[in-house]
């Protein structure tokens, strides 16, 4: 079973404490073009509570597309949460995540990203087994959204037997 006609990930939201901040970085230091905007959302009824799972009295000031080269587009909210809003997720809680970029020479990347001030975690590892032949690194946005970068400009080691393959920004057709 699958859902009918499913083609793939259309895009990719994420809340961020300042929408201004958050653009400038999407776009001024990765490189993202930005699409469009809409908002300001609320409602007074439960609009809010029934569609989004958010309390009804939320306010979403404004969102805002972006897309990142190939592959899913993605978009940016930022909300007045009428109950209060969480802390950010690390990788290790549940909904924790990331948001992984390929980029062709990694090395040269994490350079870029350094000397525009963007904190790099640690070095790029090596992955092992069936990842081998990637690298990868995570980086912080300015609000402590995680971010990584990948590459693996000649493959991964599991593609040389598989029947099927993970999707790939080299070939974003394929």
Aim: net charge negative; proline share 7%.
């Amino acid at each position: 079973m699958a859902l009918p006609g499913l083609r793939g990930t259309e895009h990719i939201g994420f809340t961020v404490p300042d929408l201004d901040e958050a653009h400038r970085f999407f776009v001024d230091v990765v490189g993202c073009e930005y699409v469009y905007t809409l908002g300001p959302f609320q409602r007074d009824d439960d609009w809010m509570a029934e569609h989004l799972n958010v309390h009804p009295r939320s306010v979403m000031r404004e969102l805002r597309f972006f897309r990142c080269g190939h592959g899913p587009n993605f978009e940016i909210f930022q909300w007045e949460p009428a109950d209060g809003q969480a802390d950010q997720p690390r990788n290790s809680d549940i909904g924790g995540h990331h948001l992984a970029f390929y980029v062709d020479d990694l090395d040269s990347a994490v350079a870029y990203l350094r000397e525009s001030g963007v904190t790099v975690l640690g070095e790029p590892t090596a992955s092992r087994n069936a990842s081998e032949g990637q690298r990868w690194v995570y980086f912080l946005a300015p609000w402590g959204m995680q971010l990584e970068l990948v590459s693996f400009p000649d493959g991964k080691a599991y593609e040389a037997h598989a029947t099927v393959k993970l999707w790939d920004p080299r070939n974003p057709v394929a």
